[in-house]
């Protein structure tokens, strides 16, 4: 039975709920990469990121916090202060296994996952002219060489390094690592030939694939993706690698439910948006978008994965 109390107090809740569900920023929001600008995460975060500030209705400002395979950049995220004005990429298997392979100032819960974007499968590359002309050549290569045939990653525990680490397990072959900041600088050291081969994701060097600059060996899917549909994944050439980097958004954790509505509804709007879409594929995006409780089932599932391989085969260089 609705009283006479109750009826008095209705149109105060039925006004304070819309004022929860359109929390609006009243200034711009700070949106932190972790790697390198000019790279695969930099790119797709400045695209989204013009997309948002229309949902929004404020501009974001992406901020490159480089180094440490993301350990720089995840940190400063995780540690600012959850009020819905800093916002931030994700990028795995970085976000999982830096807290196995050392110890960062965060862990998987100290972030609000928002939602994943991007599924960009690994690829191993060589310039256009390169004497490696497939994966068998590779091996031979590394073999007739071991530990000579430097290849360049985004940094130690990268899902980059972690695929070369997993091959050289299965082949016997050797290689060099050698690190970088982010994708777009181990590009720029394999087109001017300071390094022989790039292991890096798929959509990262399709551009310069299609200006003949590189060439890709081997893709780590699970199939062929559809925007590379010639080049084997390293599955079909009998090796059980599946390797790639998803990259989702997230907040610090404790961020107000109201803000994380309002910014989750601007990014779900942003990648249903065909505009976006267009782009994303012109910007050879592979979109896979999961909600926050899907994004963190996985995450939590390659954790997982990741320290049982730690615990018998760790990653350290």
């Given amino acids: 039975m609705i009283t006479r109390r109750t009826a008095l107090a209705m149109p105060a809740l039925l006004a304070a709920t819309p004022a929860l569900a359109q929390w609006q920023p009243d200034h711009a929001l700070t949106m932190i990469v972790a790697y390198a600008a000019g790279g695969g995460t930099d790119v797709a975060a400045r695209t989204i990121a013009r997309f948002m500030e229309r949902e929004l209705g404020q501009p974001i400002v992406v901020q490159n916090r480089a180094g440490a395979g993301g350990e720089i950049g995840f940190t400063e995220l ?20 830096l807290p196995i392979e050392r110890r960062p100032r965060f862990t998987l819960n100290d972030f609000q996952l928002i939602a994943n974007i991007v599924d960009d499968p690994g690829g191993l590359w060589v310039r256009s002219d390169s004497d490696i002309m497939d994966f068998a050549g590779l091996i031979a290569a590394a073999r007739q060489r071991p ?99 998803m ?14 509505t309002r910014i989750s509804a601007a990014l779900r709007a942003t990648v249903d948006n065909p505009e976006f879409q267009r782009i994303a594929r012109q910007q050879f995006l592979p979109l896979r978008f999961l909600g926050p409780d899907d994004f963190r089932k996985e995450l939590e599932k390659l954790r997982d994965g990741y320290q049982a391989l730690w615990n018998l085969h760790p990653w350290r260089e």
């Avoid at 980059?160 to 720029?188: C, I, N, Y």
């Fill in 147 to 245: 530990g000579q045939l430097g290849y360049g990653t985004t940094g130690v525990g990268s899902d980059d390094h972690l695929a070369v680490l997993a091959l050289e397990r299965a082949t016997g072959a050797q290689f060099l690592h050698v690190p970088f900041g982010g994708s777009a600088q181990v590009k720029q050291n394999l087109v001017s030939r300071a390094i022989p081969i790039a292991s890096m994701n798929m959509a990262e060097g399709l551009t310069e694939m299609s200006q003949g600059l590189l060439r890709p060996l081997a893709q780590m899917g699970n199939t062929r993706w559809s925007e590379a549909p010639t080049v084997p994944t390293l599955k079909e050439l009998g090796f059980d690698v599946v390797e790639g980097s």
């Fill in 247 to 260: 990259r989702g958004m997230a907040a610090p954790a404790g961020i107000p439910p109201e803000a994380l």
């Fill in 78 to 97: 995780a540690r600012s202060r959850p009020d819905g004005y800093t916002i931030g990429f994700v990028n795995t298997p970085s976000i999982v296994t």
